[in-house]
């Protein structure tokens, strides 16, 4: 089975600290995709980051970073300097079976909701 | 600005109607997902359709269906309409293909409109 745990819930930090987001995935894929999305009150959510299975580098983008390690299914988020605007629920989803056209479903966590306080 | 827009915005409808929610896809998409999301929960993979065929659904009933159209944009329609499907109802678009290796980087990475929230009363 697939699945995406986030098991924070609620986090609220203060301004300029740090803060990770926790992810940790289940597939028997051997080619999978993950991804972070960012969901405002508005409710659009918006892309951050996709990363391929085979490809564990970390990334930086300015005061976001990801850690991805497939020995311990987890792919975590950290923002650092948080900021007011950063507030908001942080989505971990990991890509479903393979369909027609190269596509895939999201398979998606219970998401994690942010309060950045000034 | 994803390019995905999503229509209506709102809409209030009572149990036993029915509603089409439309999307266009941003442009040179060619597959359009669609996602429930519950207040407080995660998105929930409703179905997807690439290049005006079904193409994977999850796990909702036959009442739940949809279409593409030749210029990929989509509707979703839900009929006898319960208290339950009350949610924010998002579509995504991304570019799927058969194709090499390198052109993989550019797809599936779907991308959302700012959803109809759907309330059933």
């Known amino acids: 089975a697939q699945k995406v745990t986030q098991a924070q819930t609620e986090i609220s930090v203060v301004e300029k600290e740090d803060v990770t987001l926790d992810c940790v995935y289940e597939?028997?894929?051997?080619?999978?995709?993950l991804f972070w999305y960012k969901q405002p009150p508005s409710g659009e959510l918006v892309f951050l980051i996709r990363?391929?299975?085979?490809d564990e580098q970390n990334e930086i983008s300015g005061r976001y970073s990801w850690n991805f390690q497939k020995s311990t299914s987890s792919f975590n988020f950290t923002i650092t300097a948080s900021q007011v605007v950063d507030s908001a629920v942080y989505f971990c989803a990991l890509s479903g079976t393979l369909n027609a056209g190269n596509n895939r479903k999201l398979i998606w966590g219970l998401g994690t909701s942010l309060a950045v306080n000034p | 600005e994803t390019g995905v827009t999503q229509s209506p915005t709102h809409l209030i409808k009572t149990r036993g109607q029915q509603v089409t929610l439309r999307c266009s896809s941003q442009?040179?998409?060619?597959?359009v997902s669609w996602y429930q999301q519950a207040l407080g929960q995660g998105p929930q993979f409703i179905f997807q359709y690439y290049r005006e065929e079904e193409n994977g659904r999850g796990n909702f009933p036959p009442r739940f269906s949809g279409l593409q159209f030749p210029n990929y944009s989509s509707e979703l329609n839900v009929n006898a309409l319960e208290l339950d499907d009350s949610a924010l109802y998002l579509c995504?678009?991304?570019?799927?293909?058969?194709?090499?290796?390198?052109?993989?980087?550019?797809?599936?990475?779907?991308?959302f409109g700012a959803g109809t929230r759907l309330s059933v009363l």
């Open positions: 990363r391929n299975s085979f």
């Open positions: 597939t028997r894929d051997t080619t999978y995709y």
């Open positions: 995504a678009s991304s570019l799927g293909g058969e194709s090499s290796t390198s052109h993989l980087l550019a797809k599936n990475i779907q991308y």
């Open positions: 442009s040179g998409h060619n597959t």
